[in-house]
């Protein structure tokens, strides 16, 4: 399973090295993912927002990637489900 993770996020990656090719301006490429992706998959009524309620997997890089998008290949710690499942030694 580790691999398959592995693996999403270095495509994931690949697809925000592509906005950032484009010229898409960091708080678009995070809604582009986020917010956005939900949307377009219709399930923005369970996922793609931190709203109580729906599910979230959360990451945190160490400074703001709506300024710096390239810190999302910084990632301090994974939350999914509720649960720490990665944190940077």
């Known amino acids: 399973m580790s691999n398959l993770r592995e693996s999403r996020g270095v495509q994931s990656l690949e697809y925000v090295d592509s906005f950032v090719e484009a010229g898409v301006r960091p708080p678009d490429i995070l809604r582009a993912i986020t917010t956005n992706a939900a949307r377009l998959l219709d399930i923005n009524k369970e996922r793609g927002l931190l709203k109580v309620g729906l599910a979230a997997d959360i990451i ?19 939350v999914k489900d509720g649960e720490v499942i990665r944190r940077s030694k």
């Open 60 to 78: 945190a890089v160490p400074g703001n990637p709506l300024e710096d998008i390239t810190l999302l290949r910084r990632v301090s710690f994974v």
